[in-house]
């Protein structure tokens, strides 16, 4: 990404704001349900929109179908929001090949040796909004992304300490003490991956969309497997959480309008055109109104953490940049996010204001090391959209999921039927086990990953 | 601070980038040590200067001279690093007048009452750079900015909710509720206050540099004791640290080209005019050479926490933005801190390049509620300079402290004492208590606030 890139892309006058010369129209991007669902039963697509909602289906893998690590999955539709369960989800092995590195001339003949593996899992969720393609294009590409980027890198990740030369070749004799005084090690190159997969697939996703004359964007949550650790890439509001007898970690923050605030109005404060003169980037704790002009009112700018009064001008009664409270929080009056993928032409509804020079593709990457985990049987990491904690506490969650498990030993399905029931505990079902009725409109996903099996060949991929 | 400020302070052809009209020169900010050190027994000024590193005096305040709370205070000079000691302190009273609110129009007429206080205190430290002029301007007036922003919004403190006015008319019915909602409390009103008094002191401190043609910046850390609450606000690599006798709290953290290095690339990706082509935004294990060129390094960009590997360039041999490791760390080759007070005039050496545009003026609050503390009698707060936690760390202080305070009971001077006794602590004498002899060369300045007797009459101010 070259550093006028932001400008051209996103300011008046840029040279990318021009229309490009017309291609010819891709194909749209066809709904389908994530492929591990294949067998379980449902169909695919608008068979799903005939639901009602008392009776939309819970739909999870066929009994034959292993998850990687014996993972449980399950996914519903939302309550008629839309016409397509604009959630999607993939999993499966991460086989990064070794590349044999020659002399840099040499770069175009590397042997690709195929029988050396680095193996890994990755599971994914991603949300989508404005249609199902992103998401769908999303579930169809990162992975590939990733294995692409740790494919580049996978050299300094087998070395016990990356080299600060990927090609081993030692130009200043002090090179390992200047990597160990900066503490990289391995397990930054795997996250740098993560960020620069993210947004090699944002950018996949933005030609895409284009090509095909659709839109959207999505969410993404991924957790990958490699070398004894889990990492956890997180863009949006999804969440994943590690649930152990004594223990309730979470893996993921969510990036919302909310709690990327000072970001977003920092943005607005150094490109204020990005506003274009119909919002104002302040924030106040409802919108002003002309009653309120002239008076000292709570307000809070891009650095600010806690609030002041400022007297109420003409210019403060404009739409706020950030506004709403909680899960209404919408960044530009439109969008609840604000990272995750695509979204490349969305626009404020009647105007030419841009969302995405405010958001963000890049993940935030938490690494749980599995290896120096006491693992026990019932320790599990659960992903899933936010339909699921609009109305589950991580704590509830846990006490379902300890709950569920110590009974359901011998069944070798029980992390599926797991994610079945806190699907469930999200319909407001007279038996749902938080006996609460909080009630999910939203399409849910959900993975449930057992801990304690990894590696133990119980993956079916 | 109006939104199109940043590129016409800052950007090439900016309004501001002219000279202004030449103006009186005032004359330039006296040299002193804090007023709470006089009658301590040595003088302000160069006196200092012709001290041997071995024979550097530890001064505190007089005997007769309590602090607020009984606190204590030491300070020595650098090693012959600078002429003068740039560290400053102050500390105080905080008086907060009430003003009783007429309708918008009688503003000016306002009646102030001067008998009605809300009583606070306050503790602060300054380390300059640069010569001693900003730290000195800080010391002088940065209680005084506090002061005007707590008064501008007091009403709103001592209200059982802060108000969506200020004047306390409701204009909407449902305004406590917005406010309840955003879950806006009395303390985020000091937090605003704090943020807004340190920009408004660093924006003194540039007008008087300027009319006095000094330069320079400093750090600032400060203690506020409000209602019950202790707010720390800082800005730059001071410290403070809370010592229990169970317990050891950072109440603070620092502020460096490396805490900062994302917000800091950030910006020269947005603006990469900012370095005029002479620097790299970049980051590398270190600075990169001709024999480089083609290889593939790590390296590290503003969106990433991770590392990974790119194909060096030409432009990569530049000089990193932010460059070292630790303690040498520095902005632009230039600078080690990235928040603090001052420094409007600093340049690279011999370019035209700025380093303010990378500086915040802005501090991190952190609040301790003293008052939900079962305070016993040694629990204390340490404020001090880098110069100090250069050679101990917040264990070893925290080991001397609980060391100390017990057996010094009875002596009312103990808290100066104790601050004496860290001070000795990093000029690795024989008797050093650490035993470790790590010495400091740095100016070292520390506050030892008791917190067990807050509020019981032992201040002397």
């Given at each position: 990404m070259s550093a006028g890139w932001f400008r051209r892309r996103f300011l008046p006058g840029g040279l990318l704001s021009a229309p490009g010369p017309s291609r010819?129209?891709?194909?749209?991007?066809?709904?389908?349900?994530?492929?591990?669902?294949?067998?379980?039963?449902?169909?695919?697509?608008?068979?799903?929109?005939?639901?009602?909602?008392?009776?939309?289906?819970?739909?999870?893998?066929?009994?034959?179908?292993?998850?990687?690590?014996?993972?449980?999955?399950?996914?519903?539709?939302?309550?008629?929001?839309?016409?397509?369960?604009?959630?999607?989800?993939?999993c499966g092995k991460l086989c990064i090949r070794r590349c044999e590195f020659g002399a840099e001339e040499d770069q175009e003949?590397?042997?690709?040796?195929?029988?050396?593996?680095?193996?890994?899992?990755?599971?994914?969720?991603?949300?989508?909004?404005?249609?199902?393609?992103?998401?769908?294009?999303?579930?169809?590409?990162?992975?590939?992304?990733?294995?692409?980027q740790l494919e580049a890198v996978v050299e300094g990740m087998v070395a016990a300490q990356p080299p600060m030369h990927l090609s081993g070749h030692c130009?200043?004799?002090?090179?390992?003490?200047?990597?160990?005084?900066?503490?990289i090690r391995a397990e930054d190159l795997v996250i740098g991956a993560l960020e620069s997969a993210f947004q090699e697939c944002d950018e996949v996703i933005g030609r895409e969309l284009e090509a095909s004359g659709q839109v959207g964007g999505c969410t993404a949550l991924v957790a990958v497997s490699l070398q004894g650790k889990l990492y956890v890439a997180n863009a949006g509001d999804s969440r994943a959480i590690l649930v152990r007898r004594d223990e309730v970690r979470p893996l993921s923050s969510e990036f919302t309008p909310e709690t990327e605030r000072q970001r977003i109005q920092q943005l607005a404060f150094v490109y204020p055109e990005l506003l274009a003169g119909e919002f104002t980037r302040l924030e106040f704790?409802?919108?002003?109104?002309?009653?309120?002009?002239?008076?000292?009112?709570?307000?809070?700018?891009?650095?600010?953490?806690g609030w002041g009064y400022k007297c109420v001008e003409k210019s403060d009664l404009k739409y706020?940049?950030?506004h709403g409270q909680g899960r209404q929080?919408?960044?530009?009056?439109?969008?609840?996010?604000?990272?995750?993928?695509?979204?490349?032409?969305?626009?404020?509804?009647?105007?030419?204001?841009?969302?995405?020079?405010?958001?963000?593709?890049v993940p935030q990457v938490t690494v749980l090391d599995v290896d120096q985990l006491e693992l026990q049987e019932e320790d599990v990491v659960v992903m899933a959209t936010d339909g699921l904690w609009d109305v589950l506490s991580n704590e509830q969650v846990a006490r379902l999921v300890r709950s569920f498990l110590p009974g359901n030993r011998e069944d070798p399905h029980?992390?599926?039927?797991?994610?079945?029931?806190?699907?469930h505990s999200t319909q407001g079902k007279d038996g749902s086990p938080t006996g609460e009725g909080q009630v999910s409109y939203d399409d849910v996903s959900v993975f449930v990953i057992p801990l304690h099996s990894h590696g133990q060949g119980s993956s079916g991929h």
């Open positions: 010819p129209r891709a194909s749209p991007v066809p709904y389908r349900r994530p492929r591990f669902l294949r067998g379980s039963g449902s169909g695919p697509g608008p068979a799903d929109a005939s639901r009602r909602p008392d009776a939309r289906p819970v739909r999870s893998p066929a009994r034959g179908r292993a998850l990687p690590w014996n993972a449980g999955y399950a996914e519903i539709i939302n309550a008629e929001k839309s016409e397509f369960n604009e959630d999607q989800a993939s003949w590397l042997t690709l040796c195929p029988e050396e593996f680095l193996t890994g899992h990755y599971w994914a969720l991603f949300d989508g909004h404005g249609g199902p393609a992103a998401a769908i294009l999303a579930a169809n590409t990162l992975h590939s992304c990733l294995r692409r130009i200043c004799p002090s090179d390992p003490q200047f990597v160990e005084e900066k503490g704790p409802r919108r002003l109104k002309g009653d309120d002009l002239g008076q000292k009112v709570l307000f809070r700018d891009h650095h600010m953490s706020p940049l950030i929080a919408r960044l530009l009056g439109t969008l609840a996010v604000s990272r995750g993928l695509g979204d490349h032409q969305l626009r404020v509804l009647d105007t030419d204001i841009q969302l995405k020079p405010f958001l963000l593709s029980r992390f599926s039927e797991l994610a079945k029931m806190l699907i």
